[in-house]
């Protein structure tokens, strides 16, 4: 039973394009959050949602838009992708937002040619 | 500052080996801390939960020290499965923006050799 799943898990496109990641989580959790890990190997939250409200929106660009139609669902999609993007891009849940452990999905490695 | 610092490593033990992480964090008012395992090319999985009396998990003991905001993680009779990227963890806590932000640690890479 895969408790946090992410799709795709690979992700190649061109530069300018846009491209949507998925997470689902069968937790029952009521948070989710979207990381980003780049080339260093240092993840950095990006959103996270709580009962479907945006609760942190960390200094992305907007071209990142999360989407969330319900607790168990946390989406991001990427406008007009850059080189810069390229990155593992992990979704995590959480019970609460008062400092539980999260949860990650397997990541989605995102590749900007 | 960074929010949480780690020695980056590399640390190379053999099998059998005592190895000890540190970690420290800036934010005093820091209230949750943990340790993440995440092996290469995976996700990172909770190891353990630190609190502040110390704690033991088997081979693994974590420690906090609040007054100097430094947290540490004690592996005990290293198995080559212990192999990872170990992450340090912490939680601010609080109200409005600081709350849910978990901050990570770039990790210490671990290596047992047989």
């Known amino acids: 039973d895969t408790a946090v799943s992410q799709t795709p898990k690979y992700l190649v496109t061109q530069m300018g394009n846009d491209k949507s990641i998925k997470c689902e989580q069968n937790?029952?959790?009521?948070?989710m959050y979207w990381y980003k890990q780049d080339s260093k190997k240092f993840l950095k939250i990006m959103f996270s949602?709580?009962?479907?409200?945006?609760?942190i929106n960390e200094t992305v660009p907007n071209r990142f838009s999360p989407k969330s139609p319900d607790k168990a669902h946390l989406n991001l999609h990427i406008n007009s992708l850059e080189l810069g993007d390229s990155a593992v891009y992990f979704c995590?849940?959480?019970?609460?937002?008062?400092?539980?452990?999260?949860?990650f999905g397997p990541g989605t490695r995102l590749t900007v040619t | 500052r960074k929010e949480v610092e780690q020695d980056p490593g590399p640390f190379n033990v053999p099998e059998g080996a005592t190895v000890a992480f540190n970690c420290t964090y800036s934010?005093?008012?820091?209230?949750?801390f943990f340790w993440y395992r995440q092996d290469c090319r995976k996700e990172p999985k909770l190891l353990m939960s630190?609190?502040?009396s110390g704690n033991e998990d088997g081979r693994f003991t974590a420690q906090l020290n609040r007054a100097s905001q430094y947290i540490s993680l004690l592996i005990r009779d290293s198995k080559l499965s212990d192999s990872a990227t170990y992450l340090c963890?912490?939680?601010?806590?609080?109200?409005?923006?600081?709350?849910?932000?978990?901050?990570f640690g770039r990790g210490t890479q671990l290596t047992v050799w047989p």
């Open positions: 995590a849940s959480s019970q609460g937002m008062g400092g539980g452990a999260l949860y």
């Open positions: 963890v912490v939680n601010h806590g609080g109200r409005g923006s600081t709350l849910g932000r978990l901050y």
């Open positions: 934010n005093s008012a820091s209230q949750s």
């Open positions: 949602y709580n009962n479907k409200e945006l609760i």
């Open positions: 630190v609190y502040s």
């Open positions: 937790l029952g959790h009521d948070t």
